[in-house]
């Protein structure tokens, strides 16, 4: 591969986790407790753009809600970024241990997390969770 080469698709993989994130609500102050109270089923996915374990999460949510529909008609789903929210009581409440977790929330209760697993059916499984306690 010659230096031109190169450097144009750094350039273009480097671009790609900006357009990455676009599952779910970006996390403000307060989003998450106002969608609990309103009855919602809240997926909150903790990651930052220069992951690559989050990157891998993404790209596996992203292919099963393609999937199923019906997930992202019942869940609500938050995308907290850590480099800015590592700090906030969010993440001191729930005890975040770092970037690339996955919290389901219904109500005042945890029903799962997932911490750096990237496997299709680990994260399956969570979102059918999160699914059935809409039901």
């Known amino acids: ?6 450097i144009a698709t750094a350039a273009a993989v480097a671009a790609l986790p900006a357009a990455a994130h676009a599952i779910g609500l ?18 909150i996915d903790f ?4 992951c690559a374990t ?24 938050v995308r907290v970024d850590w480099d ?3 700090d906030s009581d969010l993440a001191i409440e729930l005890n975040i ?5 996955l919290v389901v929330l219904k109500g005042e209760e945890e029903l799962g997390r997932l911490v ?8 399956q499984g969570l979102l059918d969770t999160a699914l ?4």
């Open 1 to 6: 591969m010659d230096r031109r080469t190169f």
């Open 26 to 43: 970006e996390y403000t102050l307060g989003l998450v407790k106002e969608r609990l109270a309103a009855g919602e089923t809240v997926f």
């Open 47 to 50: 990651a930052t753009h220069w």
């Open 54 to 77: 989050c990157r891998a999460q993404e790209r596996v949510l992203s292919a099963l809600l393609e999937e199923n529909p019906a997930y992202e008609e019942n869940i609500t789903f």
């Open 84 to 86: 800015v929210y590592s």
């Open 97 to 101: 241990p770092r970037r690339s977790t």
């Open 116 to 123: 750096a697993r990237t496997s299709q059916g680990d994260i």
């Open 132 to 135: 059935n306690a809409g039901a």
